[in-house]
Structure formats: structure tokens, C-alpha cells
């Protein structure tokens, strides 16, 4: 949020409108997240698909952990985009700002950090080193700092935090004026990054306490929490992974633990706040670099490198439109992927030819299968997909070519004459007026080269469409079967009968 937000406004020319639109933003994310519950929307968040997710998240990780830069090098003045070019520019057209102390600090606790964080994933049982290793962070740099003054050496703290809980901010949301496309846009960037992630998280839990989670009540809750949040001094937020994953490794059972955390909050708040006053900028830096950092999923990539070359291309392009590009428009990449892909299959949809097992009555795919055959003067094609108007044309095409094809295999091989082609139809789960068409074409089509059509069975719904249809009269006379090696042995017995 404040990346994009930095993109429009400077928090440091103008606060106060900084302020009024990271709560607007909040207050929008708020109400987009509740309108997916409320209306049974949550489907659209299955647009985002795993791979798309991954690069985006990667991207996202990347960038915010480069953002970092500036306090973990001392820089004082940065660049407010967020693409690598324009920040790793930054950093190094100001390199008469670095500061040495401020690198040796920030980089020893982000070795630190990390090396606690390994820790714990390698050894589950001390998963409590990673969860007070940024406590102890900022209480050791915060020591260290005040002891040897951090203005004579050249790093920056963080000054007066003011005592008390924050006011209520329902009179800053902002509704009208220049900024409001930027809060709107914010607000449904980061409203669909929380859904994401807050159902995530609560699939992941549910899985391992083996109960079901509601992804409609998921993001009415989330989205009114931040609706009144953006009422009480409050950004968007979400489930967090990393506090779930301690109370879950603590032993914690119901929702008196988080209790107990927001209760610390808000003595922190009311007694404590004094105590960050010589807290050098740069350990917060450090902090956010460790916790992004676990966004970067790189075995996952590698898996859909291995199982999905496409799913792959689909992480890169997501990873590289949030890194060059920005985060809105790398989000917009990754739904466009997602879309995409779900066209593809549905307008190119798979075909196989299948082929008989010896000695049995089990057709398989020939090109996946050693063991399957032709079998002689046949042509049996499997359809792995529903037949809508999106791809019957498409289809209608692919099986002429796999009748040319096979009829220049046979040439090749001396073969017997193809005389029948048979459709298997399990797979197909729908079908509508289009594709009923496309069977009553490729009929007369096939027909009029001397080539038998034979359908094998159609489920359920789609049989009554054909029956509808009265497609169905033209195959009465031995063009309809329960199975392939029904269709097979019944037409062969035929042709001898008739040879």
C-alpha cells in the first residue's frame, strides 16, 4: 500500500492526505472484499491461479525487499517508484549518501534474522527463535544505538512516537477529488492481495486441524474488519500467516490468545511507545526484508517448471510484470495469465487417439500407452472436454485432420482401409447447440468419404441434448454404444456378416 501510495503522494510534502488516502484505500478494500462475500462472489479469487500467484508474490517480495535499501544503506533521499530499474538507479546515483555504520548494523541483524528464521524451519520445534527474533532486534540495535549515539555516527532512528491509542479517522476518508482514482485502485490492489492470502492462511490451518473453511464468510469478515478499520486509524490487513503459524505451534486453541496479543499492543501503546524513541530505521528495514523474503517460493517455481512448462511461463510473466512494470498492472498480468490459460483449454481441447491393450477389452491412448494398437479399419478418438461453441469448430477440424492423418498412416504401412470412426464421449460433460451442430456436420462430412461415424457413451446430460436435438435418429442403425470395445467387436461381426 504505501508503494503505490508513494507513487501519488509524498508522505513527507504532505502527510495529512498521505494519511486520508492509506484510509480510504483501506475503507475501499473493505467494502470490495465484503461485496465478493455478501454476493457469493468468491470464485472470482480462483481466477488467480497458483503460478500466477507465485511470480506475483515473488515480484512483490523483491520489490519491497529492494524499497529497503534505503535504510539498510543510510539513504536519505529515494526514489518513490517502485519498478527495480528506477529503484536500483536510486541507490546507486546516491552513493555518496551510504553509510557504513548504518550497512554494518543493518546487515549483521538481517544475518541475524534470517539465520533464526532457517532455524525454525529446519527444526519445527524451535519455531519460537524466528518469532522473538525481531523483538529481539529491535531491543538489542535500540541499546546499542543509544549507547553510542547514533547522530555522531550517521544512523537514522526513529525519534518521538507520541503515547495512546490512535483517533478515530472517519473524518479523514477521502471521497472526492484528484487522489480518489489512486485510493480506489490501491484499495482493490491490496483488497485482493489480503483475500488471497487471509483465505490462504485459513485453508492452510484447516487442513492440518481438518476442519472446512467458508471462503464467503472469509471475506465478509475481512472485508468488514477493514471497513472499520479505515474508521479507527487502521490499513488493510488480513490474517497473518506468521502469528497464525505461532499460535498453532504454541498449542493455542481458541481466540483467547489473540486476546492476549492485542491486549500487549495496547499496553505497548498507552505505556511503552518512549522506549523506540533511539530505534534505528534501519532494523525495521532488516524486519521487512526477513518476513517478504518467505513470499519468494522458488521450489514451487522449480515444480512448475518440471510438471507445467506453461504454469511456469504464466509465474515468469506475473514475477517480471510486478518487478519491471508495476504492482497493479503485475497483478493485472497474473488474472490475464489465469484467464488466458482457462481459454486455451476450453477452445483447444485435448483429442487422443486410442488404441486396444491385447488381450483385453481396454482402450488407452496410443502415444501414452506401448502396449495399446490400432485396431484395424477403425479410428477411435477420445474428446477429454465439454463441446461448447468456443471449440467445436476447433474440434471438428482436429478430427479431420486425425482422419487424414490416419489414412496417410495406413498408405504408409499398407494397412487395411479405414472404414469407421469412433467418438468416445466420456469425458464430454456438456455439450450445447453448437456442438450438436459440429456432430451432425462431421456426420454428413464423414459420410460423404464412405467413413461411419459411431458415438460412444455420452453421459447423461448430454445424451438428452442429443436426443432433443434428434441428432440422435441418424445413428440408430449400430452408431451408439456403451463402450469402445462394444462399438469394436459389434461392427466388425457386421462387416464379416456382410463380406
Known amino acids: 500500500m504505501g508503494s503505490m501510495l508513494q507513487e501519488a503522494v509524498s508522505y513527507t510534502q504532505d502527510p495529512i492526505l498521505y494519511l486520508?488516502?492509506?484510509?480510504?484505500?483501506?475503507?475501499?478494500?473493505?467494502?470490495?472484499q465484503a461485496s465478493l462475500g455478501l454476493l457469493r462472489l468468491g470464485f472470482i479469487i480462483d481466477f488467480l491461479s497458483k503460478a500466477t500467484l507465485i511470480g506475483f508474490m515473488a515480484g512483490a517480495a523483491v520489490i519491497v525487499s529492494l524499497q529497503q535499501l534505503k535504510g539498510l544503506l543510510g539513504i536519505v533521499h529515494f526514489t518513490t517508484k517502485m519498478q527495480f530499474i528506477p529503484v536500483m538507479s536510486s541507490v546507486f546515483s546516491h552513493r555518496d549518501e551510504w553509510s557504513w555504520q548504518t550497512?554494518?548494523?543493518?546487515?549483521?541483524?538481517?544475518?541475524?534474522?534470517?539465520?533464526?528464521?532457517?532455524?525454525?524451519?529446519?527444526?519445527?520445534?524451535?519455531?519460537?527463535?524466528?518469532?522473538?527474533?525481531?523483538?529481539?532486534?529491535?531491543?538489542?540495535?535500540?541499546?546499542?544505538?543509544?549507547?553510542?549515539?547514533?547522530?555522531?555516527?550517521?544512523?537514522?532512528?526513529?525519534?518521538?512516537?507520541?503515547?495512546?491509542?490512535?483517533?478515530?479517522?472517519?473524518?479523514?476518508?477521502?471521497?472526492?477529488?484528484?487522489?480518489?482514482?489512486?485510493?480506489?485502485?490501491?484499495?482493490?490492489?491490496?483488497?485482493?492481495?489480503?483475500?488471497?492470502?487471509?483465505i490462504a492462511v485459513g485453508r492452510t490451518f484447516a487442513s492440518l486441524k481438518n476442519y472446512q473453511v467458508d471462503g464467503n464468510k472469509e471475506m465478509m469478515a475481512i472485508g468488514f474488519m477493514n471497513m472499520a478499520g479505515s474508521c479507527t486509524s487502521c490499513y488493510v490487513t488480513t490474517g497473518s500467516f506468521s502469528r497464525s503459524a505461532v499460535n498453532y505451534n504454541a498449542g493455542a486453541q481458541t481466540a483467547?490468545?489473540?486476546?492476549?496479543?492485542?491486549?500487549?499492543?495496547?499496553?505497548?501503546?498507552?505505556?511503552?511507545?518512549?522506549?523506540?524513541?533511539?530505534?534505528p530505521n534501519v532494523i525495521l528495514g532488516a524486519i521487512i526484508i526477513t518476513a517478504v523474503i518467505g513470499l519468494i517460493d522458488y521450489q514451487s517455481a522449480y515444480k512448475l517448471w518440471k510438471v507445467d512448462k506453461l504454469d511456469f511461463i504464466a509465474c515468469l510473466c506475473s514475477f517480471f510484470g510486478v518487478l519491471f512494470i508495476s504492482v497493479p498492472l503485475g497483478l493485472a498480468i497474473a488474472v490475464a495469465i489465469s484467464v488466458f490459460k482457462i481459454l486455451l483449454h476450453v477452445t483447444r481441447p485435448n483429442t487422443v487417439v486410442l488404441g486396444n491393450i491385447a488381450g483385453t477389452q481396454i482402450y488407452h491412448s496410443l502415444?501414452?500407452?506401448?502396449?495399446?494398437?490400432?485396431?484395424?479399419?477403425?479410428?477411435?478418438?477420445?474428446?477429454e472436454s465439454p463441446i461448447y461453441f468456443a471449440n467445436s469448430t476447433y474440434l471438428q477440424d482436429r478430427?479431420?485432420?486425425?482422419?487424414?492423418?490416419?489414412?496417410?498412416?495406413?498408405?504408409?504401412?499398407?494397412?487395411?482401409?479405414?472404414?469407421?470412426?469412433?467418438?468416445?464421449?466420456?469425458?464430454?460433460?456438456?455439450?450445447?447447440?453448437?456442438?450438436?451442430?459440429?456432430?451432425?456436420?462431421?456426420?454428413?462430412?464423414?459420410e460423404k468419404r464412405s467413413l461411419q461415424l459411431v458415438l460412444v457413451n455420452p453421459v447423461g446430460s448430454v445424451m438428452e441434448k442429443l436426443h432433443q436435438s434428434k441428432v440422435l435418429e441418424s445413428f440408430r442403425l449400430n452408431g451408439l454404444y456403451l463402450t469402445v470395445a462394444e462399438a469394436v467387436s459389434d461392427i466388425s461381426s457386421l462387416w464379416k456378416a456382410h463380406a
Open 20 to 32: 486520508k488516502l492509506a484510509f480510504t484505500a483501506t475503507f475501499f478494500a473493505g467494502v470490495f
Open 256 to 279: 483467547v490468545s489473540n486476546i492476549v496479543m492485542a491486549s500487549a499492543v495496547l499496553v505497548t501503546l498507552l505505556f511503552l511507545m518512549p522506549l523506540f524513541y533511539y530505534t
Open 367 to 383: 502415444s501414452r500407452y506401448r502396449d495399446a494398437q490400432r485396431v484395424s479399419s477403425f479410428l477411435i478418438l477420445a474428446v
Open 103 to 198: 550497512v554494518v548494523l543493518g546487515f549483521s541483524f538481517l544475518v541475524f534474522l534470517l539465520t533464526t528464521r532457517h532455524i525454525s524451519m529446519t527444526k519445527p520445534k524451535l519455531f519460537w527463535l524466528s518469532a522473538a527474533a525481531p523483538l529481539t532486534s529491535v531491543i538489542l540495535s535500540t541499546l546499542l544505538v543509544f549507547c553510542i549515539k547514533s547522530k555522531a555516527h550517521g544512523i537514522s532512528i526513529i525519534g518521538h512516537l507520541p503515547k495512546g491509542l490512535n483517533p478515530p479517522s472517519s473524518n479523514m476518508l477521502y471521497f472526492n477529488g484528484a487522489f480518489l482514482a489512486e485510493a480506489v485502485k490501491t484499495g482493490l490492489v491490496t483488497g485482493i492481495l489480503s483475500l488471497t492470502e487471509g
Open 399 to 446: 478430427i479431420l485432420r486425425w482422419v487424414h492423418e490416419e489414412e496417410e498412416w495406413i498408405k504408409a504401412n499398407n494397412g487395411s482401409t479405414l472404414k469407421c470412426i469412433i467418438l468416445d464421449m466420456t469425458a464430454v460433460t456438456a455439450i450445447d447447440t453448437s456442438g450438436i451442430d459440429m456432430v451432425r456436420e462431421l456426420r454428413k462430412m464423414l
